[in-house]
């Protein structure tokens, strides 16, 4: 989806000026190293909009974010540019978040006079996308930029050159897969004015340029792409008779008659949608597309006035048929633009952007803007009073965890100049009530907690041998059941893929984990032996390894390409893409340990003794445990599961007692009733 444009910075090169006097009529004011109130992580309040500390070059340059993205919650992505003090050019900015504050991360250095990123998005935690442009020697776009995340560090992934064309800049990214991705932008001559509109398709190997619907205009430009499948995608921008040419940013319109465009991808072509259209000289402008489903989405952008400037917010929704305009409010300040819009659900929605002016002249500078959906009516929602100018650039959600807005800010007003920081919002979401989490006993006996259903299970029927774990499918639809001898059941809608019942084994199977699509699992033994089916790989394991002490269980990472396994003793040994933050084995333990799960981007785990006490490593945090309570628990603990935030977990007792930690909701507890065997383990 996209995230943001890039600046233009004064058109139609890429250079720096950020002139108080003239882009930004009437902004006179003092100040000096205003300071942004930030705050960090989890610490901000749910229900609103707060700032969060994110890292500036301090180059003397300006610091612009433009899109942002998250993979979960605790791994979101920010990108834009940093445009140096002097000169032409600008360097690519990355930031990432980890779940409690932003950092840089390092990028490859390209030809030219830099790069920059437009937009970002993942598809996992593991194969993220940025785009956005090559600068030449003369700070002119000299091609499209494509970065690829593989999970530990960004490379560059070669684009087509567009024939006839001097570079391109791409502005928007969005992906259906790991072999589907969209990238929308706008071509330019060798002087870099625009030249039309550009997509390029990545099919999993290579990016080949696809042409886009033609408009019939002199200038197009593709803003912002979403897709909801394969054969439906949506991209939306800006054509007419005039170039755009916005002062600062091209996330703010500039052409006197340009109309926003709507195109649609069925599969075989991208073809122009009607959407709305003002009278000449007025126009419109679209900036962002968002589906909730192939019957509902949303773009976001401005109408413009007979200046080519924004006039005020647009916002239109597709009801599987048509497009028609949504009321939003007026800006508070006049002149507004929504220049990001994301979805959690049909009655959950978000956009941002500014209120004011920037680059478009007038009295009135630009100010955040944030407005919300509730199913039924936009209205404005309080964000943070920054400094003298500041504006939201891109949206996004990290699932029900908490959504995120990026920009820039002025920090400093000297007597010409205007200096740019980023700047970061963050909106925590309080728990949606969609928590929950599945339990089993070893007679096969399935507890639901929450909003997990319960699809039934071997509860009454003879077993070989006991159960010993459970494991969700992704969607929390469905649930695998893996008995001691190797055997899976499967309920709700978990495939069945094979298992190790009826071989002969060298010792018990313990646990198991699925794959990230839940179209495979894992078995593991408590000498160390994995046995891999559907579409999960066999990455190495202890097996014939001699241990210390019996492996109790097993998590799959994120992306599906490693895993861990867990001994008694505490002991953590990683395969494939699963890396090691350290253990507790070697260290004095009150109780065995019983089970470990890792953290959303495996970027850290948690263990967890049968007398409830939690170790936490990596990024793992610790959010408290049962003996940290001062309680004794009188029943072992047998496992334990994290919210999908990773900012929670619940721990499972044997009576099918629950301790809550951090953001998990207490879902009720067994503990007093009769069980007829005991709970061995749980999953969310």
């Known amino acids: ?81 940093d445009l140096p003090p002097q000169g032409n050019g600008a360097s690519p900015i990355v930031q990432e978040w980890d779940g409690s504050s932003w950092s840089f991360v390092a990028t490859p250095t390209t030809p030219g006079s830099g790069s920059a990123f437009f ?36 490379s560059v992934v070669s684009t087509p050159n567009v024939v006839g064309a001097g570079g391109a800049v791409l502005q928007s990214v969005s992906c259906v897969s790991d072999s589907d991705c969209w990238a929308v932008g706008e071509t330019t ?40 499948a394969a054969d439906d995608c949506w991209a939306v921008g800006a054509a007419g008779p005039n170039q755009e040419n916005p002062n600062f940013l091209p996330i703010f319109p ?30 419109g402008w679209v900036s962002s597309v968002m589906c909730v489903s192939a019957d509902d989405c ?46 959690l659900s049909a009655d959950q929605c978000w956009a941002s952007g500014s209120s004011g002016n920037i680059g478009g002249g007038g009295n009135t500078v630009a100010n955040p803007l944030i407005d919300e959906w509730n199913g039924s009516i936009w209205s404005i929602q309080p964000s943070p009073s920054v400094t003298a100018l500041a504006f939201l650039t891109a949206i996004a959600c990290a699932g029900g965890d908490a959504c995120w807005s990026v920009g820039s800010a002025v920090v400093n007003v000297g007597a010409d100049q205007a200096g740019f920081n980023p700047l970061v919002e963050q909106m925590v979401l309080p728990p949606d009530g969609t928590q929950g989490f599945v339990a089993a006993s070893s007679d096969g006996g399935v507890y639901n907690f929450g909003a997990f259903p319960f699809l039934g299970s071997m509860g009454g029927t003879h077993l070989a041998r006991p159960v010993v774990g459970i494991a969700a499918t992704p969607d929390d639809d469905g649930y695998w059941e893996v008995a001691a001898d190797g055997g899976i059941f499967s309920f709700g809608d978990a495939d069945y893929f094979g298992s190790m019942g009826g071989q002969a084994l060298n010792a018990p199977v313990v646990g198991m984990a699925r794959t990230p699509d839940g179209q495979g699992y894992w078995e593991v033994a408590a000498d160390g032996g994995i046995f891999s089916f559907g579409d999960a790989d ?16 097993m998590v799959a990472a994120p992306d599906g390409q490693g895993y861990w396994e867990v001994a008694s003793d505490g002991g953590i040994f990683a395969f494939g893409s699963a890396a090691f933050y350290g253990s507790m084995g070697g260290a004095s333990l009150g109780r065995p340990i019983v089970g470990m799960v890792a953290t959303p981007n495996g970027r850290g785990y948690w263990e967890v003794g049968a007398d409830g006490g939690v170790f936490a490593f990596g990024n793992a945090t610790f959010d408290g445990s049962v003996p940290g309570q001062g309680i004794r628990a009188t029943v072992p603990v047998v496992g334990m599961t994290a919210t999908p935030s990773g900012g929670g977990y619940w721990l499972i007792g044997a009576d099918g007692s629950t301790y809550t930690y951090g953001d998990a909701i207490f879902l009720g507890s067994l503990a007093g009733i009769r069980l007829a065997a005991p709970v061995v383990g749980g999953s969310s």
């Open 298 to 343: 949303w773009a976001a952008g401005a109408t413009t006035g007979d200046t080519g400037s924004q006039s005020g917010p647009l916002m239109q929704q597709w009801n599987g048929s048509t497009w028609s305009v949504v009321p939003t409010p007026a800006a508070p300040t006049g002149n507004g633009i929504l220049s990001s819009v994301t979805c």
């Open 538 to 553: 066999f990455f190495g394991s202890m097996g014939g390894t001699r241990l210390n002490k019996p492996i109790v269980g």
């Open 119 to 154: 937009s970002v998005t993942c598809v996992t935690s593991s194969d993220c996308w940025s785009v956005g442009a090559l600068l030449g020697a003369t700070g002119n776009p000299a091609g499209p930029l494509a970065e690829n995340w593989d999970g530990s560090s960004w």
């Open 254 to 283: 500039g052409a006197i008659g340009d109309q926003g465009i709507i195109e649609h991808w069925d599969g075989a072509s991208w073809t122009i949608v009607p959407s709305f259209a003002a009278s000449p000289p007025d126009g």
């Open 189 to 228: 001559d060798a002087a870099g004015n625009g030249l039309g509109s550009i997509a390029l398709h990545w099919d999993g190997t290579t990016w080949t340029v696809v042409p886009t619907a033609p408009t019939g205009q002199t200038d197009e430009q593709l803003n912002g792409v979403t897709c909801v």
């Open 1 to 81: 989806m996209r995230s943001a444009s890039l600046p233009n910075w004064h058109r139609p090169r890429f250079v720096r000026r950020t002139v108080v006097s003239g882009a930004v009529v009437g902004l006179v004011v003092v100040a000096a190293a205003i300071a942004l109130p930030l705050t960090s992580g989890r610490a901000a309040p749910a229900g609103g909009w707060n700032l969060v500390n994110s890292p500036s070059t301090n180059d003397g340059g300006d610091d612009i974010l433009l899109g942002t993205t998250c993979a979960n919650a605790q791994e979101c992505w920010a990108v834009g540019a």
